[in-house]
């Protein structure tokens, strides 16, 4: 009876136990955005074989995972992988039957079922599975060059599921050990130092690698090949950092020699970072490769940072920008190490906190170690070309929510980098730079090796500062609404004193449908002229419709500037008597100030307060400034007049004429050819002030000077190849692309010819901007079909049907032939970049009717291009402000 008794009693416990087990079991569909949180990754075990030569590759992915909760199934992330077999283990080491189902083939979510209830608790899953090498530069890609196959990874954003099963989100972070299986007379690098080596049968080795911090799925990184190893300076200790940390430069076989440079500048920018964030360099090694072909510019991946080729491998005739690009972008991905690889963002509409964050780090550190490269400028360049975009309605905010893939795409543009960084540093000034330092070290060091959202970093300045909820509503009103404040301003004597008053709105170009109420709060600094020639600076923050500011020492007849430094995120419409006081004394200001004015003028224009004339009657004054950043500012403009504006003859004439009068001499001073010891200011000067005379404007005489450059580099040297650098390598593309424009199809031919035995990335570049110059109907064909060849990497597409567009036969033709070949385009490019391809096909538009064109053709595609709606509604647009701004305009403004 007892005994029956404690039978039944078990019975009706595991009864009860097991109904639970079951009810608990999930219900749910595929995710197609965030996975479920009843499964979590630990632990990843990745195991590769690769082989460049092949056209596939195999692997296994071991993943700790633990279940919340009872389950039959669970959800992971996988696209295009064939699983062959999984295997789920619990903790005491029972093997359970599961199989592995493609839920949703667009989105890359599968499942894998597990045929019956399993309690909560740790498993370890094992998936084997073999995958193509992806053709769009994803994933796990194979390139190459020089004839030799390589194999590269480039996981960001979500392209991990294409390289192997596992939970492809930013939140789940955790430590991967990898190895990799490749033929003996390969070279494998990975994220981390190999620690083992083992010799296979039938030429293999097996290669294995530290385990990693914990990570994202998004920086793991491999690559396969016959590289050249090059070991750069170590990175001595320093009191962040007790240990010494190797370097090396990762370059495809026979340009180790030029990866050399790069690795030089290397250990003072991790050692600058260091000295900023008070947190050492937290990874093992620092790899830069050199990718024979890239999607992006570079990538942070931990310990093996990827770069597009022509950033890394430079010598004596490297163009100036690729020089000074390549230590600014080394300084970008070396400063995500901190800001993304070791705090990252839960979710992608908090990518800005690493995008941002770099590309201000960038500035600072550059700033810091190369002084003469002007940072500050570059920041506020970059601040007034996200402008651009953020006067747009459909434009993103900086925390922008996430509602599908599509959206992740499109989060990595000018708002997130660009904005971001601005913003950055409007807030860094307003609550001084030692504070804000502050601030930032203890929110690293709160979320090291974890994950941070914004409110976590508002919330570590907010701390450091001591600023109330006036400040973290000020910041997060840049984060969490689209938009550039506008702010207005008039200076007026109040009972003796100068009183500023202040209004703020949103900006909205000539034409736009959108609200210009909103609010923000805007850390408005002003400096102005006080008696004696002297000038101050007053601040406050503007978080109402209307203040004022009282500038002390100030009189009626002060000047002032109503963004001190450049330093704010916004722009500014001035009283007429006050521009114009501002304007007699732009001399007075420092070049940040007269990039800003510059700004203004642009910003003025585009609302249409002020005509072309006004722009030409300013375009003067800041071309004779010897800072090229204030000299080249209103080019842009002049350009758009040039191209939407200029309708006669005369039109033509006045703006030509102004042109030659504004840049020439400057161009004639500098020369054509690289002088000795030349500032880089002065070569980059000279690139383009070269290319808006030759290419936009057509001087006669640049044209010939450039002509000729481009004949002799358009000659074959004893070798039986173009001599290249005949031509000065800042000059080469602007000389390729006139002697396309002069000689026609005999310079054409050599040019597609010359693309088969030429692996220099700039040099390719030049060719391939110089083939997309073609202006004759059949030669620009020619350029535009070889988008479609293989003898164009993928990642040179852009270049060559930017170039056709910008400087060859123009958008009408380009449409044309990307209406007759967007299948072949997309296929080869990849679905993912549908969100940049209306820009790509139909930027510069500027009439209703190709508006309306490209809105019928694109909307049937976009269910098929991820990103592609609101890439299309940003290019529409941009396409009827230009419609309004050109109709505002009066043909007789240019002649004035």
């Known amino acids: 009876m007892c005994t029956t008794r404690r039978f039944t009693l078990a019975a009706l416990a595991l009864s009860i136990s097991s109904f639970n087990a079951a009810a608990a079991t999930p219900n749910d569909t595929a995710p197609l955005g965030k996975l479920p949180r009843w499964a979590l990754p630990l632990a990843y075990q990745l195991d590769f074989r690769v082989d460049p030569r092949q056209s596939e590759y195999s692997g296994s992915a071991t993943i700790d995972i633990?279940?919340?909760?009872?389950?039959?199934?669970?959800?992971?992330?996988?696209?295009?992988?064939?699983v062959v077999k999984v295997t789920l283990t619990d903790s005491k080491n029972q093997a359970h039957a599961a199989q592995y189902k493609v839920a949703a083939?667009?989105?890359?979510?599968?499942?894998?079922?597990?045929?019956?209830?399993?309690?909560?608790?740790?498993?370890?899953?094992?998936?084997?599975?073999?995958?193509?090498?992806?053709?769009?530069l994803e994933g796990v890609y194979?390139?190459?060059?020089?004839?030799?196959?390589?194999?590269?990874?480039?996981?960001?954003?979500?392209?991990?599921?294409?390289?192997?099963?596992?939970?492809?989100?930013?939140?789940?972070?955790?430590?991967?050990?990898?190895?990799?299986?490749?033929?003996?007379?390969?070279?494998a690098v990975a994220n981390t130092r190999q620690v083992a080596e083992q010799k296979l049968e039938q030429?293999?080795?097996?290669?294995?690698?530290?385990?990693?911090?914990?990570l994202p799925t998004y920086l793991v990184a491999f690559a396969v090949g016959p590289w050249d190893v090059v070991d750069g300076p170590q990175i001595p200790a320093t009191q962040w950092r007790a240990r010494t940390t190797p370097l090396r430069g990762i370059a495809p076989h026979g340009e180790g020699e030029r990866i050399k440079p790069a690795?030089?500048?290397?250990?003072?920018?991790?050692?600058?970072?260091?000295?900023?964030?008070?947190?050492?360099?937290?990874?093992?090694?620092?790899?830069?490769?050199?990718?024979?072909?890239?999607?992006?510019?570079?990538?942070?991946?931990?310990?093996?940072?990827?770069?597009?080729?022509?950033?890394?491998?430079?010598?004596a005739n490297s163009p100036a920008n690729n020089v000074r690009g390549s230590f600014n972008v080394t300084a970008h991905e070396l400063a995500h190490q901190w800001f993304g690889d070791t705090v990252t963002m839960p979710w992608w509409d908090d990518i800005w906190l690493n995008e941002a964050f770099a590309t201000w780090m960038q500035a600072k550190i550059t700033q810091q170690l190369h002084p003469e490269y002007r940072a500050d400028l570059e920041l506020i360049n970059g601040a007034n070309y996200a402008m651009q975009s953020d006067s747009l309605v459909s434009v993103r905010k900086i925390r922008q929510p996430i509602t599908g893939n599509g959206d992740i795409e499109t989060a990595f543009d000018g708002i997130t980098y660009q904005k971001g960084a601005a913003v950055l540093n409007m807030f860094e000034r307003y609550l001084g730079a030692d504070t804000f330092r502050q601030g930032v070290r203890s929110h690293i060091k709160q979320h090291q090796f974890a994950n941070a959202t914004a409110d976590d970093l508002v919330s570590a300045l907010a701390k450091a500062s001591g600023k109330d909820q006036r400040f973290s509503k000020a910041m997060q009103s840049f984060l969490d609404q689209a938009g550039v404040p506008l702010v207005e301003t008039t200076l007026s004597m109040e009972n003796g004193k100068a009183v500023l008053h202040l209004k703020q709105q949103r900006y909205l170009p000539l034409g736009s449908a959108g609200d210009a109420k909103r609010l923000w709060g805007i850390p408005v600094c002003v400096r102005y002229s006080v008696a004696g020639g002297d000038?101050?600076?007053?601040?406050?923050?503007?978080?109402?419709?209307q203040g004022k500011m009282v500038l002390p020492g100030a009189t009626a007849s002060s000047w002032y500037m109503p963004n001190a430094d450049a330093a704010g995120y916004y722009r500014f419409d001035m009283a007429r008597v006050d521009l114009a006081r501002l304007t007699g004394s732009l001399t007075q200001l420092p070049d940040t100030e007269q990039l800003a004015y510059a700004d203004a003028i642009n910003a003025g224009f585009g609302r249409g307060d002020l005509d072309a004339a006004a722009v030409l009657a300013a375009a003067p004054q800041l071309a004779q400034s010897a800072t090229r950043e204030v000299a080249t500012a209103l080019i842009p403009t002049l350009k758009w007049l040039e191209k939407h504006e200029v309708r006669s003859d005369a039109q033509r004439e006045r703006l030509t004429a102004l042109a030659r009068k504004m840049y020439l001499p400057?161009?004639?001073?500098?020369?054509y050819q690289r002088r000795a010891g030349e500032s880089q200011d002065d070569a980059l000067l000279r690139a383009a002030l070269a290319q808006f005379l030759a290419l936009d404007i057509k001087l006669p005489e640049v044209r010939k000077a450039l002509l000729a450059q481009g004949d002799k580099a358009l000659e074959k040297n004893a070798d039986g190849k173009l001599d290249l650098a005949a031509a000065n390598p800042d000059l080469l593309r602007t000389a390729l692309s006139v002697a396309t424009q002069e000689q026609g199809t005999p310079a054409v031919d050599v040019l597609i010819k010359a693309l088969s035995n030429t692996s220099e990335p700039a040099q390719r570049m030049a060719i391939l901007s110089g083939l997309g110059a073609a202006t004759a109907s059949a030669n620009a064909q020619r350029a535009r079909n070889l988008a479609l060849d293989p003898l164009v990497k993928v990642g040179e597409m852009s270049t060559l049907l930017r170039a056709s567009r910008e400087d060859g036969e123009g958008r009408e033709a380009l449409w044309k032939w990307f209406t007759l070949n967007h299948e072949q385009l997309i296929k080869r490019s990849g679905e993912t970049s549908g969100g940049r391809l209306p820009d790509l096909v139909a930027g510069d538009s500027c009439s209703q009717s190709e508006a309306d064109r490209m809105n019928s053709f694109f909307q049937p595609l976009l269910k098929q291009l991820p990103g592609a709606e609101r890439g299309l509604a940003q290019t529409r647009e941009k396409t009827l402000l230009c419609t309004a701004l050109r109709e505002k305009q009066d043909p007789a403004a240019l002649l004035h």
């Open 66 to 82: 633990e279940l919340k909760q009872a389950a039959d199934h669970l959800w992971l992330h996988g696209q295009d992988l064939s």
């Open 105 to 136: 083939q667009k989105e890359g979510v599968a499942t894998v079922e597990l045929g019956q209830t399993l309690p909560a608790g740790r498993y370890r899953m094992v998936l084997e599975y073999s995958a193509p090498f992806n053709q769009q």
């Open 142 to 187: 194979k390139v190459s060059s020089q004839g030799a196959p390589y194999v590269i990874t480039q996981m960001e954003a979500i392209s991990a599921r294409y390289a192997f099963p596992g939970f492809d989100e930013p939140s789940f972070k955790t430590p991967f050990t990898l190895s990799l299986t490749v033929p003996e007379n390969q070279v």
């Open 203 to 214: 030429g293999w080795r097996k290669l294995s690698f530290a385990a990693t911090k914990p």
């Open 263 to 315: 690795l030089a500048q290397t250990p003072a920018i991790i050692t600058a970072l260091e000295d900023y964030f008070g947190f050492g360099y937290p990874f093992d090694k620092v790899d830069l490769l050199a990718a024979p072909d890239f999607a992006a510019g570079a990538m942070e991946n931990p310990g093996l940072v990827t770069f597009r080729d022509y950033l890394m491998l430079l010598d």
């Open 535 to 545: 000038a101050k600076t007053q601040c406050e923050l503007l978080d109402q419709a």
């Open 666 to 671: 400057r161009l004639q001073q500098l020369g």
